[in-house]
């Protein structure tokens, strides 16, 4: 019964956004509309999490992460910040990962926030970076919104050994999530850095941490990120520190890079975007998104803007939306779209209802509501 409940309410979603009005609204009515809409999605998301929350566990289909947390300093008049503590194991019994758990519930102490620490839902070598991971965190953010007042643009993302796994592996994919990253005694396995352009990303390892050649990897990766700002010095900002003389415990040395997050926004509107997809897809990131079915692992797409001309430098894909709100650009005036180089659309867009309710149902997120699609087909524009 509950079940045929549950797919009759996801019928009601499909079927009530069929009817939002496509009609074409003013900058003023745009807001307003996103205003109300996100109150009333928070409205239903906090009656659908208080549960969860109080009882410190989130629950997606057949995957759970159980979480402990501790509230540090004063409350800033922003909002608190959010950090997300991985902890290490993996590939091991649970009894041994649920002492990795409990010894990183007190392993740091943020000067002010929600100093929150998950345990894994699985004992895997790759317990922080399955493909479950990316949806229940997306729910540990809004939960810890709602419930702890925390400010969406002040969330940080940190793990230690196969918690560090995990940030080298979620902070490029899940990047329009963090304001900053800190990888402390990981390994980054196949993933690149290629999207962490927007986000600060520290990293920190002991100097002579050298199993599965940990420590040569991360003065690599140092290397890597001088490499990218220097070509972009708009983006990839970041600070790796190898502890000299120590070993995979670094003895809390790797503490400074608590701070160092701390002074890092999210940027959810960047003028410059590199999506490099990971094996776990994400069919949206910050102002692009594709349409479901289309991601593929390890493609990339690069893109901009500036002032009023948006340009796709390079795509894996022949089908892309662009989204667009006015805090972007000027949306009373011509927008020019350019596509591999190529001009392929000029004039004006429409704001539009049914685009700030299917944004806000997808990402429930304040700071990345649109008010404008447009959709690229083959090189043209074939739907705003």
């Not at 503590?85 to 649920?98: C, E, Q, T, Y």
């Not at 690599?220 to 000299?244: C, I, N, T």
């Not at 005036?333 to 596509?339: A, D, F």
Request: net charge positive.
């Amino acid at each position: 019964m509950m079940r045929n409940a549950k797919r009759f309410g996801l019928v009601l979603l499909a079927v009530s956004s069929c009817f939002i009005s496509s009609a074409q609204l003013s900058k003023t009515a745009a807001r307003e509309v996103a205003a109300s809409m996100m109150a009333d999605e928070l409205k239903k998301q906090r009656i659908a999490l208080e549960s969860e929350w109080n009882n410190k566990i989130l629950i997606n289909d057949d995957d759970s992460l159980k979480f402990e947390y501790k509230v540090f300093g004063e409350k800033p008049t922003d909002g608190r910040s959010l950090y997300i503590s991985m902890h290490g194991g993996g590939n091991a019994p649970a009894p041994v990962n649920d002492r990795q758990w409990k010894n990183q519930i007190g392993l740091y102490r943020p000067y002010e926030g929600v100093y929150l620490a998950p345990r894994a839902p699985t004992n895997t070598w790759n317990l922080w970076h399955e493909k479950h991971i990316d949806s229940l965190f997306d729910k540990l953010i809004l939960a810890a919104i709602l419930f702890e007042n925390v400010n969406p643009n002040k969330v940080y993302l940190m793990g230690y050994s196969a918690g560090g796994d995990g940030v080298y592996q979620l902070a490029p994919r899940m990047a329009d999530r963090f304001a900053a990253a800190a990888m402390m005694a990981g390994h980054p396995n196949e993933t690149t850095a290629a999207g962490l352009r927007n986000i600060g990303f520290t990293i920190h390892m002991g100097g002579v941490d050298s199993a599965y050649n940990r420590n040569a990897i991360a003065r690599r990766w140092a290397l890597m990120l001088d490499s990218l700002q220097q070509l972009d010095p708009g983006g990839y900002k970041h600070f790796v520190q190898v502890h000299e003389g120590k070993p995979h415990w670094m003895n809390r040395e790797d503490s400074v890079a608590v701070p160092w997050m701390a002074a890092f926004r999210r940027n959810t509107l960047p003028e410059r975007i590199v999506w490099k997809q990971d094996d776990a897809l994400h069919s949206s990131f910050y102002w692009l998104s594709v349409p479901a079915g289309v991601a593929q692992p390890y493609g990339e797409i690069i893109a901009g803007y500036k002032g009023n001309v948006v340009s796709i430098e390079k795509s894996y894909t022949n089908s892309i939306t662009i989204r667009l709100n006015d805090k972007m650009m000027n949306l009373d005036q011509p927008v020019i779209i350019r596509y591999l180089g190529k001009e392929i659309f000029r004039g004006k867009v429409a704001r539009r209802k049914d685009v700030i309710f299917r944004t806000i149902q997808q990402r429930k997120d304040p700071d990345l509501i649109f008010f404008v699609e447009l959709v690229i087909m083959d090189g043209k524009i074939v739907k705003q």
